[in-house]
């Protein structure tokens, strides 16, 4: 099968791997989030906010909020959302509908999540926008990357790879695939359907569509001018 999930993501690393099916490709969970999450939510016992929670914080009921687990002041969770142990929502994020995020991540100021999946140890710290995506181990988004997750057409998100084409994931709303360890450049917009594995760099001010290797480097250089003020 092509694209399967374990060839970007380490399921030691996550408590959901259950979204995951070894017979579709890595994007396909997506479209499990919702129903895996509401029976997650109803599977807990007793109260659902074990961390703290600023009293400025907006959390609504649908909402786990693990021990260890901090809210800081305005930020609003919506929920549907599970929120892993030691992971902070920083003041200003919004945490819009099914929201799954591991232990360990940050989830900063001004940055809006929705349908998306975080592994363990994400760092999505400043200006970002994460939907219909996957984040995998220890991935880093830098201030301002944007997972762009609908077409301008509103088709269907197709995956440009270089050996099958492009092909039909079937989803109309798909972000992207970061595979573990990758680190994206400040101000960086990844085009719905992109997909880059494991331990990969791309640059600041990157414009990506397509499939990347593992430890690929996007190198972004822009021409600049340097004169004198008169």
């Known amino acids: 099968m092509d694209f399967p999930a374990e060839a970007y ?4 690393q996550t408590d959901h ?4 099916r070894p017979d579709e490709p890595v994007w396909s969970a997506l479209s499990h989030i919702k129903g895996y999450l509401a029976g997650l939510l109803d599977s807990v016992e007793g109260d659902l906010i074990r961390g703290t929670v600023d009293p400025r ?12 687990a901090t809210v800081e002041a305005n930020a609003i969770i919506k929920g549907p ?7 902070t929502v920083r003041s200003g994020a ?10 360990g991540c ?4 001004s940055s809006e999540f929705k349908n998306c999946l975080l592994f363990n140890d994400c760092e999505v710290p400043h200006f970002n926008y994460v939907g219909d995506s996957i984040l995998g181990h220890k991935a880093h ?3 301002g990357v944007i997972c762009s997750n609908v077409r301008l057409d509103r088709a269907n998100v197709r995956v440009k790879d270089d050996a099958n084409g492009f092909l039909d994931t079937g989803l109309r709303k798909f972000g992207a695939i970061v595979g573990d360890r990758t680190e994206v450049g400040c101000n960086s917009v990844l085009s719905p359907g992109s997909i880059l594995g494991r331990e990969c760099i791309v640059y600041p001010l990157t414009s990506w569509s397509g499939v990347l290797n593992d430890r690929q480097i996007v190198k972004t250089k822009q021409p600049s001018e340097v004169v004198t003020r008169h």
């Open 9 to 12: 993501l380490d399921f030691e």
């Open 57 to 68: 914080a907006v959390v609504g009921e649908q909402v786990y909020l693990a021990p260890g």
């Open 81 to 87: 959302a599970w929120i892993g142990e030691g992971t």
């Open 17 to 20: 791997r259950d979204l995951f």
């Open 106 to 109: 940050t989830l900063g100021n």
């Open 94 to 103: 919004y945490l819009r509908e099914n929201v799954i995020v591991g232990k």
């Open 141 to 143: 988004l830098g201030a």
